[in-house]
């Protein structure tokens, strides 16, 4: 199975700050990478797919880039409705791997 | 409008088999490139990807949980079912199903896991 490590796994950062979260795969995924943001109690919410592109609804303060190994997700000007936990997912190969999440906290 | 829900027991017992329903709307997974997943996630803790279906009754499974999984689907209902046997305390989690969009590209297969349910808390207790 592809192994997928995401860093930091909290991070503390205030309202405007400019954050960056990566993942890095065990090996090549090539693309196949997506995003997701959570909140406690509720589903994932997709973000980012295919490394870069946005999820139609998503406010464009979200991003991603990378490819096969490494990845991130940026995320500009945080608001308030931000903090959540966020993962990354690899489909490049079955079984599909989610990463142990990033917390994303006040600061 | 796409709406999944999840269903099945709150509790069962070691060495039981759970079975969930996933019932959705909005979509049929009669449609070419339309599939569905199930990911569950223990508390506190990170999402795991469980076993997907596609509309041409292709199935995909975790290798850790492969033996112990079966996914089937009933499109005359709008409904995918999920089967874990033998389960253990290990597998208290809330199961999600998930609406899988697959879309080959010249670069390979895309895939987005676009719409989920709200989940289903399983406790696994004696």
């Known amino acids: 199975d592809i192994q997928v490590t995401q860093s930091p796994s909290t991070l503390s950062a205030s309202v405007g700050d400019r954050v960056t979260i990566t993942c890095r795969a065990s090996q090549t995924v090539n693309m196949w990478l997506a995003w997701y943001q959570q909140k406690p109690g509720k589903a994932p919410k997709l973000l980012i797919y295919d490394a870069s592109s946005l999820e139609s609804g998503v406010p464009s303060r979200f991003s991603g880039s990378g490819s096969e190994t490494e990845f991130t997700l940026t995320i500009n000007s945080l608001r308030p409705d931000d903090f959540a936990t966020y993962y990354c997912q690899q489909y490049y190969t079955y079984p599909f791997t989610f990463g142990q999440g990033t917390k994303l906290e006040i600061k | 409008q796409v709406t999944l829900r999840e269903s099945g027991p709150a509790l069962v017992k070691p060495t039981q088999t759970l079975t969930l329903t996933c019932t959705f709307s909005?979509?049929?997974?009669?449609?070419?490139?339309?599939?569905l997943s199930w990911v569950r996630q223990p508390p506190g803790k990170a999402l795991e990807w469980l076993a997907r279906i596609d509309w041409d009754d292709d199935k995909w499974y975790s290798t850790s949980l492969k033996t112990r999984l079966t996914i089937s689907k009933d499109t005359s209902k709008n409904q995918v079912v999920l089967t874990m046997t033998n389960m253990d305390p290990m597998d208290t989690a809330t199961y999600y199903c998930a609406r899988v969009l697959r879309r080959v590209t010249i670069f390979g297969v895309s895939i987005k896991h676009d719409h989920w349910g709200q989940g289903t808390l399983v406790t696994v207790s004696s």
């Open positions: 909005g979509f049929s997974l009669n449609t070419t490139d339309m599939c």
